[in-house]
């Protein structure tokens, strides 16, 4: 028998449904009819091309439910139904579906829970469920799924808690579970994961704290646990992440400071805003490369671009009493009514006492003042020989602080 791969259907315009002729095309190994504008359901009798390892269906407008015959389809490996407009459940009978790599159901309408057996595709290594309607718990059998390396069951409406058990998929790199309404504590085993290269937990129920187990994620680069109900302090072993350059935990109730995200230096994309944080945002480091809008909604945190900072340093400042205030203002007045005082005050120039001598003493001539009352000034020797060197029958009284003589002058006129 011949093996016949179709590739040239790919990415054309076609239209109407799917031939079910193909599915009498047995030597099929390849079939591929992605991209185009096919309507209709999946016919059945696909499920007899027992010998095709790839089915692309991906990117048309192919309605109503997956066919539960495509579980005969026992050597595939891989099935691509995303972005259609399919409806109903998926399957159980693609749990038979052993030798499966690569599921691909996203962007569709499908609803109910998440198949148990879809656990028997041992060999699977991707699993994409993203934007359908799935609910129910996520099945803890998946963790039988050992070879997986990417599960993404975002934007459905799953609920409770996330199993312990991912845990055990050792070689998970990609694991996203944003977008539904799981509740419940974030397993601290996830921190096991240790090939896991993006976590996305955001848009969820989830409380408790972000488990210090996290450090163990050395080769993690994003971490997205925005959107959801976590408290408690950023933990310390977040800092030893070498590889991270995403975190966003936006819309949470983390409390405590940054500073354990000083280390992360290959961080170039943060976001904490809106949480309850508090304490000085660094501006060294890596922290340089923020926005302002990557700490907004922390009234505690502070930094210089932060208004916020401004008005809570004003907060933490003790409040001053108003028997205080009114004590500085009246000493402030008493200060400054003495300072107008002395600058009003007029200054009378020093007054020197003239000390005089009585008498002579020795032969040192006494210091004579000469009142000339408008007369002419005579000269000392003068004054001295009419008096006979200020003589005591020439003396007239006594004052406090001289003694007063008098004396006919030349002219008659007597001093």
Not at 224 to 234: E, T
Not at 360 to 367: M, Y
Request: aromatic residues 6%; charged residues 15%.
């Amino acid at each position: 028998m011949h093996i016949i791969c179709i590739r040239s259907l790919q990415g054309n315009k076609f239209t109407g449904p799917i031939p079910s002729v193909i599915g009498l095309m047995q030597a099929l190994a390849v079939l591929d009819l992605s991209y185009n504008q096919l309507s209709g359901p999946i016919p059945s009798i696909l499920g007899n091309l027992s010998y095709t390892e790839k089915l692309y269906m991906q990117g048309n407008r192919l309605t109503g439910t997956i066919p539960p015959e495509l579980g005969n389809m026992s050597t595939l490996h891989y099935l691509e139904l995303n972005d259609n407009q399919l409806t109903g459940s998926i399957p159980s009978e693609l749990g038979k579906l052993t030798g499966l790599y690569d599921l691909n159901l996203a962007n569709n309408s499908l609803e109910g829970p998440i198949p148990n057996n879809i656990s028997s595709c041992v060999n699977l290594n991707s699993f994409n469920a993203h934007g359908n309607k799935l609910n129910g718990t996520i099945p803890r059998s998946l963790c039988k799924l050992e070879s997986m390396t990417s599960l993404n069951l975002s934007s459905n409406h799953l609920s409770g808690p996330i199993p312990i058990e991912l845990s055990r998929i050792n070689n998970l790199d990609i694991l996203d579970l944003s977008c539904n309404m799981i509740t419940g504590p974030i397993p601290s085993a996830i921190g096991s994961l240790e090939h896991l290269l993006k976590l996305n937990l955001s848009k969820n129920a989830l409380v408790g704290f972000i488990p210090a187990e996290f450090g163990n994620l050395r080769s993690i680069g994003e971490i997205d646990l925005s959107n959801n109900h976590l408290g408690g302090l950023i933990p310390q072993e977040l800092g030893m992440l070498q590889n991270l350059m995403l975190l966003k935990l936006e819309n949470n109730n983390i409390t405590g400071d940054v500073s354990s995200l000083m280390n992360c230096f290959s961080l170039n994309t943060l976001n904490i805003s809106f949480n309850n944080l508090a304490g000085v945002v660094p501006t060294d480091n890596n922290f340089s490369r923020f926005s302002p809008d990557s700490f907004l909604g922390n009234p505690g945190l502070c930094g210089y671009w932060l208004a916020s900072c401004r008005s809570s340093s004003h907060q933490d400042k003790p409040q001053i009493s108003k028997a205080a205030i009114l004590g500085i203002a009246l000493g402030g007045l008493v200060i400054l009514l003495m300072i107008l005082i002395a600058v009003c005050r007029p200054h009378s120039p020093p007054v020197f006492k003239d000390i005089s001598v009585s008498k002579p003493v020795s032969n040192v001539p006494p210091k004579l003042v000469i009142l000339n009352m408008n007369m002419a000034l005579h000269v000392y020797e003068d004054i001295m020989r009419m008096t006979e060197n200020l003589s005591e029958k020439y003396i007239i009284g006594y004052g406090a602080s001289s003694t007063v003589y008098k004396c006919v002058l030349k002219n008659c006129r007597p001093v």
